[in-house]
């Protein structure tokens, strides 16, 4: 019996080794969002490429389109930028928020790497950044027919994150819309 | 050229760590004494490649070689000289070199150090600190060589040093941690070298406890240094958050202080001993545990090192196999480690083994907080954040429960003390304790706040208990007093205890009484703030070596008085471009002035964030007392005279045990 005593911490760091090993393949940064579901949220801001455009909700038009929040600053953007061409380019409506950037560098942006957007809203204060509960650049959302975010998604999209988590969603709302026409 | 000499100097130590893990166990193994002898020379031989090594990396850095990938990513040539010495710790890579040094050097220290120590029992604990650096140094060459180059592509300028790390808090609070980190080691192999040889006897425990103070002793220092970096440097106005990475370094810190307590009774009782070798073996695993948290990317963090899964799985097995490892010797040797001698109820013993308990208890909430979210994931659970609200709901209680314990432990006797003495030396002292601690919130603030009663009653406690048996041990028994009757390492505890209770009020005074106000400001605004006067007069343009700036002006009065210009600063480092506060703080012992700028809001004005911040300096001057404290018992005589006659029996038996 004493000597079982003696094994207790050894079987209780094993325990916690199972954990600690399991936790290497889980991603603390997946965090759902809040807003998953919900509307997004009112805004009404200038735009970058043309600087007296003034962008609302009612702007953001498609079956189902993206919100990419982007900045200058953000190096991980930058890898991002040239898989949203991509995007773009496939038919797919990008909508970008330009997060507590600066209107020169974003322009000067988007002319060297070329322009996905349709327009970005320019979020000089990150008041709609902090709406939609972002906390980093890049972020991106998925948004459906009614104007609702079906996806949040933190960190770089590329071509596995757009097939594992963004082409499902697309295809469960290309069903909803036809079962809507029907 | 010369980052290829760093890493193959890094590979000569490896060579020697390799040997070192070898030849001494396969001398002790053999009785040859030859080879046991090796070790020191070997012990020297990796530490001398380790320091070269790391040195030839600080020459990359101070030479502006961009051609090494480590150099550009956290230098640049416009990085103010002392930053260049300080970025060589500022990144993963680097700063796990250091872990290296560090240990190497502790490693070094023993192997110059332990004359008074037998030969065979050296030569182990050197071989399994060579494990150790074994592990470490594979870990740096294998996943995170600091000296890999950017080849051929060569840039012309780094991409500078993370503006948050260029402070001074950066160039002295990594190489304290890390010291007191790697420093838990030589517990660590002490601890395991005994279980090894089967004795834990009260030599043995008189080998450990000065390398132990000593590691927690800069332990103590790390920590706060990060504390007040925290503090001035993040601009958040707080100076503790529990945040997971904080926790990794405070969790060793308590378990280790339990270690010093319990290697005390070990040493003069020959007591505690399987509780002893726990606890070191604990220390070591939960500065390797919190190495892993850092540096795996597990958890969510602010201090987080880029993660990357094939460092977390290295660090996973080299923490796997140390602890289990000796987890394993501890299960299957500890037993023959009984103690023999006896104590009662009221006795110190019993007394230092509740405080000890209340110390692992405190470290297994706090661990528990830290890994909670993990568990809560790996089970599906759902994602959760522990924060301070749990913290300080488990964690204070367990604290205030053993500094009343704390308070009257050094007065109680060993062995065996009359209930009836107890009640008379402390019955006042605990009676007035009570009163203060109830009185003081209503005198202080107006209302009762029955945190701010604890906190100021234990505080009170300790302070008073300390003193009163400060004065029965230097009060002569012809009358008079005498300050060098009691030892060293006695004055040393009295100071630590100090410390203790000076953090408990500056801790508990600034989380219930600092007051704060978010304010937008133009110029010429006013604000009032507990009785001082904040006035704005503007933001001006400052540039920096490798920033520009906006620093605001700030006029205090206190009254009529003008007491302090306040200069805060929003700065955007040129290279990341990357906005940083610099806070303006005033200080003096009796409370701190904070002034931080936040974003401008238009039309000249800015967001303001203002505290009043009663007593926060007692907790840098608490620490600093504790630190003190621990190196006066590390270099107490008794420490350092010769035990020949301890040292060459085979089964050591300590005179004070044997005669109990």
């Given at each position: ?8 911490p ?173 | ?101 560090m240990l190497?050097s502790w490693t070094?220290a023993l192997?110059?150090s332990s004359?008074n120590i037998?030969?065979?029992f050296v030569?182990r604990v050197?071989?399994i600190l060579?494990?150790i ?42 190489p304290m941690l890390y010291l007191g980190w790697s420093g838990l080691s030589v517990a660590f192999a002490f601890a395991n070298a005994a279980l090894?040889?089967?004795r834990m006897d009260a030599a043995w425990a008189r080998w450990t406890r000065p390398w132990t103070l000593a590691a927690w002793s800069f332990l103590t220092i790390g920590i706060a240094l990060g504390s ?18 904080e926790n990794a370094s405070f969790m060793p810190w308590i378990v280790a202080t339990a270690l010093i307590h319990s290697l005390s009774v070990t040493e003069q009782r020959g007591a505690f001993r399987n509780w002893t070798v726990l606890l070191a073996i604990s220390a070591f695993s939960l500065s390797l545990l919190g190495t ?30 140390a602890v289990?490892?000796s987890l394993?010797?501890f299960?299957?040797?500890a037993?023959?480690l009984?103690g023999?001698s006896?104590f009662?109820?009221?006795s110190k013993e019993t007394f230092i083994l509740v405080g000890n308990v209340a110390l692992v208890v405190a470290t297994a909430t706090v661990l ?27 964690f204070?209680?367990i604290i205030a429960l053993m500094v009343v314990v704390m308070g009257a432990a050094p007065i109680i006797r060993w062995k ?42 234990v505080a009170?406690w300790l302070i008073?208990a300390t003193l009163?048996n400060l004065?029965?041990n ?12 009691p030892t060293q390492s006695y004055w040393g505890m009295v100071i630590a205890h100090m410390g203790i209770a000076v953090a408990i009020?500056?801790a ?111 907790l840098w001057i608490a620490a600093g007392l504790i630190a003190f404290g621990g190196f006066m018992c590390m270099t107490d005589k008794r420490y350092r005279a010769?035990k020949?006659?301890i040292a060459?029996?085979?089964?050591a038996?300590d005179?004070i045990v044997?005669?109990?």
């Amino acid at each position: 019996m004493k000597r079982f005593v003696l094994f207790l911490p050894l079987i209780f760091f094993i325990g916690l080794g199972a954990f600690l090993y399991k936790g290497l393949f889980l991603n603390p940064k997946a965090m759902p969002s809040a807003l998953e579901g919900q509307p997004v949220p009112a805004f009404k801001l200038l735009t970058v490429t043309k600087g007296d455009r003034v962008v609302t909700n009612a702007d953001l038009v498609g079956e189902y389109y993206l919100l990419n929040v982007w900045a200058t600053w953000c190096a991980a953007c930058k890898a991002e930028h040239p898989y949203l061409l991509d995007i773009a380019r496939s038919g797919v409506s990008i909508y970008g928020v330009n997060y507590k950037d600066d209107m020169v560098a974003a322009n000067e942006w988007l002319t060297r790497y070329q322009d996905p957007y349709q327009f970005s809203a320019f979020d000089v204060d990150g008041l709609f950044g902090l709406n939609l509960g972002v906390y980093g650049a890049p972020e991106t959302f998925l948004v459906d027919h009614h104007g609702i975010i079906r996806l949040r998604y933190a960190g770089v999209v590329d071509t596995r994150s757009w097939k594992v988590r963004f082409m499902p969603l697309i295809e469960d709302i290309k069903r909803e819309i036809a079962a809507s026409n029907m | 050229m010369i980052p290829e000499l760093g890493s193959f100097a890094l590979m000569v130590g490896l060579a020697f760590a390799i040997c070192l893990c070898i030849i001494p166990l396969v001398g002790v193994q053999t009785n040859n004494l030859t080879l046991v002898k090796y070790a020191k020379p070997l012990t020297l031989g990796m530490f001398t490649f380790t320091l070269l090594s790391y040195l030839l990396l600080t020459a990359s850095f101070v030479t502006d070689d961009f051609s090494v990938l480590y150099v550009a990513a956290h230098s640049n040539s416009h990085l103010p000289i002392q930053y260049k010495f300080a970025a060589v710790f500022g990144g993963h890579e680097g700063s796990l070199l250091l872990w290296v040094l560090m240990l190497t050097s502790w490693t070094g220290a023993l192997a110059l150090s332990s004359k008074n120590i037998d030969d065979a029992f050296v030569g182990r604990v050197l071989a399994i600190l060579g494990m150790i650096v074994v592990g470490f140094m594979l870990f740096t060459i294998l996943t995170s060589n600091p000296f890999e180059r950017l080849l051929p592509n060569v840039p012309l300028e780094g991409r500078d040093l993370n503006p948050l790390l260029q402070d001074i808090g950066l160039i002295v609070h990594p190489p304290m941690l890390y010291l007191g980190w790697s420093g838990l080691s030589v517990a660590f192999a002490f601890a395991n070298a005994a279980l090894l040889c089967g004795r834990m006897d009260a030599a043995w425990a008189r080998w450990t406890r000065p390398w132990t103070l000593a590691a927690w002793s800069f332990l103590t220092i790390g920590i706060a240094l990060g504390s007040w970096w925290a503090y001035y440097e993040l601009g958040w106005g707080g100076w503790w958050f529990w945040d997971p990475v904080e926790n990794a370094s405070f969790m060793p810190w308590i378990v280790a202080t339990a270690l010093i307590h319990s290697l005390s009774v070990t040493e003069q009782r020959g007591a505690f001993r399987n509780w002893t070798v726990l606890l070191a073996i604990s220390a070591f695993s939960l500065s390797l545990l919190g190495t892993f948290l850092v540096r795996s990317g597990v958890i969510n963090s602010v201090h987080s090192f880029a993660s990357d899964p094939s460092r977390g799985m290295f660090i996973l097995m080299l923490l796997g196999t140390a602890v289990i490892g000796s987890l394993t010797l501890f299960a299957f040797k500890a037993s023959a480690l009984k103690g023999t001698s006896k104590f009662e109820f009221y006795s110190k013993e019993t007394f230092i083994l509740v405080g000890n308990v209340a110390l692992v208890v405190a470290t297994a909430t706090v661990l528990l907080g830290t890994l909670y979210p993990l568990i809560m994931d790996a089970f599906d659970l759902g994602k959760i954040s522990v924060g301070p609200p749990y913290y300080n709901a488990v964690f204070s209680p367990i604290i205030a429960l053993m500094v009343v314990v704390m308070g009257a432990a050094p007065i109680i006797r060993w062995k065996k003390n009359k209930v009836g003495t107890l009640r008379g030396e402390l019955g006042l002292i605990a009676l007035i304790s009570v009163a203060f601690g109830v009185a003081f919130p209503f005198v202080y603030g107006g209302e009762f706040i029955g945190w701010v009663s604890i906190g100021m009653g234990v505080a009170f406690w300790l302070i008073a208990a300390t003193l009163k048996n400060l004065k029965n041990n230097v009060t002569l028994s012809e009358g008079g007093y005498d300050i060098t009757r009691p030892t060293q390492s006695y004055w040393g505890m009295v100071i630590a205890h100090m410390g203790i209770a000076v953090a408990i009020t500056g801790a508990t005074i600034v989380s219930y009484y600092e007051t704060q106000l978010d304010i937008r400001m133009t110029v010429n605004d006013s604000v009032h703030l507990s009785g001082y006067e904040f006035k704005f007069e503007g933001v001006k343009d400052v540039e920096g070596p490798n920033y520009s700036a906006k620093q605001a002006q700030f006029r205090i009065f206190d009254g009529d008085k003008e007491i302090s210009l306040l200069q805060p600063e929003r700065r955007v480092y040129r290279v990341q471009t990357m906005g940083m506060t610099e806070a303006g703080i005033d200080s003096t012992l009796g409370r701190d002035l904070f002034v931080a700028l936040g974003d401008p809001l238009g039309d000249q004005a800015w967001a303001v964030r203002v505290y009043v911040k009663p007593l926060i300096n007692l907790l840098w001057i608490a620490a600093g007392l504790i630190a003190f404290g621990g190196f006066m018992c590390m270099t107490d005589k008794r420490y350092r005279a010769k035990k020949p006659s301890i040292a060459q029996a085979p089964v050591a038996v300590d005179p004070i045990v044997s005669a109990v």
